[in-house]
């Protein structure tokens, strides 16, 4: 993970953009970007004396772009803007995706495309480095015409009003751990001597007019996608071993014929953490197993989540168009022009936030199966109810498959589409509106979702391998058992406080370490 991300006129990476918002790397502006921004200035400068009205330099904004503004009201017109933009509501927004919305529109004032002057470029640099965050609410972006009032927060920060957060600053040994206090944005400024910036001509529509706060939770929602989904390949394997299954059906001839590329390496790492298992050897005798098919939610797992996959690349494959883009109206274009345009509306961006929240419900939907079939004495083949010690007297993890079930039906809730819906503001000039805002809320709370449904797989899987002694598990699934036992998650016995368990479990998947344990024994899973 870098530590230094250095902003050029050319695209971020999605590993800078996660690097910068969730672990405190700092940022730099490039010679080349310092290069651009004062160059495309220069011709906002030109145009600010000019008779000709220009949107946004010498006109109102949205439905009053036909309000002419005389010269001496335009700096007060870019305030007006902030102020007025910055109308959110509701829960504060977390301090990674406001981090991220920052940097990636940092990276669009460096392109030289907006217009801004090099210390309001700057300012934003200062102001992540400084680990000042704006407090930025919850509701209030429709995806159209940028993420206006989340952008707006920030820019007021900018101007020395508002609220912030501040921590520790970027690259500081304990700026994860550190809980970052609620202070003036004039004050926190002024202790980090960072000045305030006072708005020219353009520069309030440039700070607002992007795709970056949608762009930002795609990115953070894509980075832990990529472990959750290896991770639930991780508990299908143990789920398949821990019920007796067969991990033919992952052969690679069988899943060529279908080839799907996330299907195909969905099942190669099944048959990767299934490797070796003296569990599956056991029943490999046909005279001994009469099962002639497992069910779907064993034997179908890896076109399920190669399903997943393969939308988590088509996301990412439109996140890399955006991250390259230049979004702003209006924008100057590379001859000089200064045009205006629809490039900020964020339908392409809200579309795959939409598909992304389908895709990680039904993952989640299949974990939730696997894991209930442990618990039925009529599906589980040899195994206790509910994997309980003393059933009747005991409930086992009974109730742990019903918090599974909740997460799983709020999961269906929050896979419906945001994107399909409009609703017109502005006196009718942004009549379509994308959304996206909306759709990337809903997505940060399905991935945690995810991440707690294949926990609680996880916990339950490790249980029924435990209770298959003497048999043993395969390495892979046996160094994950490991892992839970080592940080407190105990294994079969008497009904006890199952919460705090749970919570362990859910941590050591969403940070990587179940997925570690696994690769421990298989190397690298895809």
């Given at each position: 993970m870098?530590?230094?991300?250095?902003?050029?006129?050319?695209?971020?990476?999605?590993?800078?953009?996660?690097?910068?918002a969730r672990h405190g790397a700092r940022v730099r502006l490039s010679v080349a970007a310092l290069e651009a921004i004062g160059q495309t200035r220069r011709i906002i400068d030109g145009l600010a004396d000019d008779t000709e009205a220009h949107y946004g330099i010498s006109t109102g904004f949205g439905a009053l772009a036909t309000t002419s503004i005389p010269l001496e009201k335009r700096a007060q017109l870019q305030r007006s803007l902030i102020r007025s933009h910055a109308a959110g509501s509701g829960s504060e927004v977390e301090r990674e995706v406001v981090r991220a919305l920052m940097l990636l529109r940092l990276s669009t004032l460096a392109t030289g495309r907006t217009g801004v002057r090099v210390e309001t470029a700057q300012a934003y640099a200062d102001l992540l480095n400084a680990g000042i965050t704006p407090v930025v609410r919850e509701h209030?972006?429709?995806?159209?015409?940028?993420?206006?009032?989340?952008?707006?927060?920030?820019?007021?920060?900018?101007?020395?009003?508002?609220?912030?957060r501040v921590g520790a600053p970027a690259g500081a040994d304990d700026w994860a751990e550190q809980e970052p206090g609620l202070l003036?944005?004039?004050?926190?400024?002024?202790?980090?001597?960072?000045?305030?910036?006072?708005?020219?001509?353009k520069e309030g529509l440039a700070l607002i007019n992007g795709t970056d706060g949608m762009l930002g939770m795609l990115l953070l929602a894509l980075h832990d996608l990529d472990t959750l989904l290896a991770t639930a390949d991780v508990a299908a394997a143990m789920s398949v071993e821990g019920q007796l299954g067969t991990d033919d059906v992952f052969a690679a001839d069988l899943q060529e014929l279908r080839p799907h590329p996330g299907q195909g390496a969905s099942a190669a790492n099944l048959r990767a953490v299934m490797a070796g298992s003296p569990i599956r050897d056991s029943h490999r005798d046909p005279t001994a197993c009469t099962r002639v098919q497992d069910a779907y939610s064993l034997r179908c797992s890896p076109q399920v989540h190669g399903s997943a996959r393969d939308t988590c690349d088509h996301a990412r494959l439109v996140a890399s168009r955006e991250l390259a883009s230049a979004i702003d109206n209006p924008v100057v274009t590379l001859d000089g022009r200064v045009e205006s345009n629809g490039n900020f509306h964020g339908a392409p961006v809200a579309h795959v936030l939409d598909f992304l929240a389908v895709v990680v419900a039904d993952v989640a939907g299949i974990s939730e199966r696997r894991t209930d079939r442990f618990l039925d004495v009529a599906r589980n083949h040899g195994l206790p109810p509910f994997l309980a010690d003393d059933p009747g007297t005991d409930s086992g993890l009974m109730i742990a498959q019903?918090?599974?079930?909740?997460?799983v039906s709020e999961l269906k809730r929050l896979a419906t589409p945001a994107s399909v819906d409009s609703i017109p503001s502005s006196a009718m000039q942004e009549d379509h509106v994308s959304m996206g805002w909306g759709a990337a809320r809903k997505l940060r709370r399905a991935v945690d979702g995810l991440a707690r449904v294949l926990a609680v797989e996880v916990l339950t899987a490790a249980r029924a391998l435990d209770l298959r002694a003497p048999l043993t598990p395969a390495a892979a699934t046996g160094a994950v058992v490991t892992l839970l036992r080592e940080n407190g998650v105990a294994g079969p016995g008497p009904d006890r406080h199952l919460s705090p368990e749970i919570e362990t479990t859910v941590d050591l998947v969403l940070d990587g370490r179940v997925r570690a344990a696994a690769e421990s024994a298989t190397g690298p899973l895809h």
């Open positions: 870098p530590t230094e991300v250095v902003i050029d006129v050319g695209p971020l990476s999605p590993l800078e953009v996660v690097a910068v209030g972006s429709l995806g159209c015409s940028g993420d206006l009032a989340p952008l707006a927060h920030c820019a007021l920060a900018v101007m020395g009003e508002g609220t912030v003036p944005a004039a004050e926190a400024l002024a202790s980090a001597g960072i000045a305030p910036v006072e708005l020219a001509e019903y918090t599974q079930a909740a997460i």
